[in-house]
């Protein structure tokens, strides 16, 4: 049995034990989790923390963790550090992932005190008091966890699972560790790596593999808001992901329990585009660990704050007026329709600043909130193309087709224009995250516009000076998909 190495005690109230697995490389990650939990939990609740970490885990980084003692001294928890030594240190292991991804499956026997925990991995944050979650009964199940993206039938086939559907992620997960002890589940499970992880190149997903597979009959599915990820977006576009009904996902989305950074490209801490990475940096500030929120996430925080609240007078950033449009890369850059040509499907560009009417927008401020963004040479205005209209969805839905259309009454053609207190302007769409761009970070005649998910840099950045002419054309702009995972913009007639 691993040895409790420190124990710190707050009185006990309403318990609830909760395991998690790290590596100094995943200390502030799960710092930040742990401090949404302490965030949200409620008076008649005590959390017991498990925190198994390998031998070389240092003192420096449990001290870091301890410091949540002071800081939330009027909670009901307790921390406990596990030293797992070199558990594991020979099972496979895929990219940066190691040993401590294994560690759960000797919860059983490390927690031999409880009959029951929850697990959560260090990439999530906790929105709620985990006593509803803890409370689901799994009397007659060995796990309860949300369902992963189908696997294929190859892999099902290697892990002896017959249903697929029933297959979990277990990043976060409700433990009946008495069954799973009295069954010896932990038995198979080393079996299992010995006999099967390590020797077949489709098990890529270790310890996931491993759980699903010595657990499958009895795994129970539990719904989605106890730990959303991103890829649940799919259900809206891909009718395969439908194991979870509309209301469910919508509840996830809407209200989740549990946020779940489970995708590797998508952690708040490293991607700055993933799905509520805000949501994650607003806790990581809490923490005490990190100075400032990076100022992509400040700018997607002030986006949330504008769509919750449109129609506050601060929210008209700019006067209407005629506006030519340069790009922070280079001043003398501006947008400009290539050859102030009137011809459908006309690019739109940078160009040296002329002065015509090739560079010049209307942008209007209206009631609601928001703005309009209007061709001088067309009349049209720029637009967005959606999938689910109305929902929170488009608002956090990067990929959608941009274009210029004829003046119509609808979220597509709305816009905020966010500034970054040096001057400069994000264009950022009412109905999805996307911010004008330019394409590579080309600062030069002839180099596209398009529009690309937010991330903060300076190709986003646009110069909006008022000018005093009036918009003359009925011509507007559109912005086509290409395959290049870009829009472009161009222009087309009044005829949409």
Known sequence: MKKILSNVNVCAKTEIPIAMCLDNNYTLPTIVAMTSMLENVKEETEYKYYLLAP????????QKILSLKEKYKSKQFEINFIDMKNEFKDAKTRGELAAPTYYRLNLPSVLY????????????????????????????????????RDIDSKLAEVLGIKDKSKYINCGVLLMNLKKLRDDKIEDKFKWFIENRVNKCKEITCQDQDTINACCHEKIMILPPKYSFMEFFFDFYKKPWFSFYSKVQNDEALYDPVVIHYACPPLKPWENFGALFAEIWWEYAIKSGFYDKVPEVIAVEKKILELRKNPKLVANRTIDDGIYTISSKLDPNMCLTIKGDSKNNCSNL??????????????????????????????????????????????????FKNILLCKKFKRNAQKWFIVPDGEGYCYVVSKCSNVCMEVASAKAENGADVHCWAMQGGDTQRFKLEKCEDKPSSNKGLLIQKNQHNFDNINIYDDCW
């Open 113 to 148: 005190m409880h009959d029951k925990c929850i697990y959560l991995d260090g990439d999530v944050v906790v929105s709620k008091d985990l006593s509803e979650f803890f409370n689901i009964s799994v009397d007659d199940y060995y796990v309860g966890g949300v369902k992963d």
């Open 55 to 62: 031998g070389d885990f240092t003192d420096e980084n449990k």
């Open 349 to 398: 560009e940078l160009s040296s600043r002329n002065g015509t009417d090739s560079q010049k927008f209307k942008i209007q401020y209206h009631s609601d909130g928001y703005y309009t963004i209007e061709a001088v040479c067309s009349g049209n205005m720029l637009d967005i193309e959606l999938m689910c209209s109305e929902k929170m969805l488009d608002v956090l839905d990067s």
